[in-house]
């Protein structure tokens, strides 16, 4: 069974305020591939479209045993949140500069999928460079206790 698949890429880019645990409707197919960790969210958002929030950008692979009717590997999918989380996401939505991106993927114990989604703000260039100059130094501290 596939472990949970994070978004490495949405932390580096965005300073995220907040999480939230969404389900996913999805095609069984979807699921299988899913279970075979076949997922790639890196250039993954969510939008809102007639209320209702879609994450878009996801690609899930075509399951290798699938039929005629396997499920298509990049289109949108709709996320499942409670209305009163809609409601506040969609109103920070609203406000300049936020942005929601799917964090993780993971398996629930009632093998439900889930997705994380986090409603961050894009980082500019010099807050990329001090993660990365962070990143170098715990790097740094973890090699000099190793020894």
Not at 66 to 71: D, I, L, P, V
Request: with cysteine; aromatic share 10%.
């Amino acid at each position: 069974m596939a472990k949970e698949m994070n978004n490495r890429q949405a932390y580096f880019n965005y300073a995220i305020e907040d999480k939230y645990v969404a389900g996913v409707a999805l095609m069984g197919t979807e699921v299988k591939s899913i279970r075979e960790g076949k997922v790639s969210f890196n250039d993954a958002f969510c939008l809102f479209e007639k209320h209702e929030l879609w994450m878009r950008g996801v690609y899930i692979a075509e399951y290798k045993l699938g039929t005629a009717n396997n499920h298509i590997a990049v289109h949108d999918r709709k996320l499942l949140l409670h209305k009163k989380e809609l409601k506040k996401l969609e109103a920070r939505m609203k406000e300049r500069g936020y942005t929601i991106v799917p964090l993780k993927i993971f398996f629930t114990d009632d093998q439900f999928v889930k997705v994380e989604i986090g409603l961050g703000r894009g980082k500019k260039v010099h807050d990329k460079r001090e993660t990365l100059k962070e990143r170098d130094t715990q790097k740094e501290i973890k090699r000099y206790l190793a020894k």
